[in-house]
C-alpha cells in the first residue's frame, strides 16, 4: 500500500494544522501518526482502528485529534495549540495494534509532511 502525507506548513505557535494520509487501498488495520523532530527517534503520536477508536500519547492528548474517513482511504490528524517542540516530520503508517507503547509500522515510510511551529 502507498500512503501520501499532506497538510504540514508553517504555523505560529497556538496555532493548528490539519494533516491528512491517503492511502492507494482501502486499509482496515489501524493506522497511526508518527513524527519525527530533528536528531529524535520517530515516536508514534496516535493511532485509529477501522471503527474510530483513537489512543494519543500523553504529550498531544487534549490537544490533537485523529480521525478516518474510511470511504476516502484517509487518515486525518488535527492538531491545535501548536507548541514550537511540535516541530517535526509526520508520517503515517498501518500498524499492528492500536497500542502506542506496542505498535510497530507495517509499510515503508513515505515523505512524511514537515510541520514547523515557529513566530
Known amino acids: 500500500v502507498q500512503l501520501q502525507a499532506s497538510g504540514g506548513g508553517l504555523v505560529q505557535p497556538g496555532g493548528s494544522l490539519r494533516l491528512s494520509c491517503t492511502a492507494s487501498r482501502t486499509i482496515f488495520n489501524t493506522m497511526g501518526w508518527f513524527r519525527q523532530a530533528p536528531g529524535k527517534q520517530r515516536d508514534l503520536v496516535a493511532s485509529?482502528?477501522?471503527?474510530?477508536?483513537?489512543n494519543y500519547a500523553d504529550s498531544v492528548k487534549g490537544r490533537f485529534t485523529i480521525s478516518r474517513d474510511n470511504d476516502k482511504n484517509t487518515v486525518y490528524l488535527q492538531m491545535n495549540s501548536l507548541k514550537p517542540e511540535n516541530t517535526a516530520v509526520y508520517y503515517c503508517?498501518?500498524?499492528?495494534?492500536?497500542?502506542?507503547?506496542?505498535?510497530?509500522?507495517?509499510?515503508?515510510w513515505g515523505q512524511g509532511t514537515q510541520v514547523t511551529v515557529s513566530s
Open positions: 503508517n498501518r500498524i499492528s495494534t492500536p497500542s502506542l507503547m506496542a505498535a510497530r509500522p507495517l509499510d515503508s
Open positions: 485509529v482502528a477501522w471503527l474510530g477508536n483513537a
